[in-house]
């Protein structure tokens, strides 16, 4: 079973950057599909990006879709999001997710049977 470990949250100004990490351990994530969602104080989690086996990606909430960027680094077991020119509507529980199977969309929560912890991103104006 893997287990997530985010890591690389903070508190930055508007329209600095961040880079999230995602480090699995106890099972390989090289054939899981990896995700990002978010959770903003009084609101749903809701998804921000997936990546595939292979690096395709796909960004669920337009409103990231020109300012994040998500890979994946098999070779380290590790998924990163990229974050630039955050804004505080940015400001949210990072989480990590992973799924073996390919359900299709992939942008639902329901999707994912493993899950971090999160880490804690604040955007000040």
């Known amino acids: 079973e893997v287990q997530l470990v985010e890591s690389g949250g903070g508190s930055v100004q508007a329209g600095g950057s961040l880079r999230l990490s995602c480090a699995a351990s106890?099972?390989?994530?090289?054939?899981?599909?990896m995700a990002w969602f978010r959770r903003a104080p009084g609101k749903q989690r809701e998804p921000v990006a997936v990546v595939y086996p292979g690096g395709g990606a796909r960004y669920c909430a337009d409103a990231v879709r020109d300012r994040f960027t998500i890979s994946r680094d098999d070779g380290k077991n590790t998924v990163y999001l990229q974050m630039n020119d955050l804004q505080p509507d940015d400001t949210a529980v990072y989480y990590c997710?992973?799924?073996?199977?390919?359900?299709?969309?992939?942008?639902?929560?329901?999707?994912?049977?493993?899950w971090g912890q999160g880490t804690q991103v604040t955007v000040s104006s």
């Open positions: 106890g099972d390989t994530i090289a054939n899981s599909i």
């Open positions: 997710a992973a799924e073996k199977r390919d359900w299709g969309y992939m942008c639902t929560l329901d999707d994912y049977a493993y």
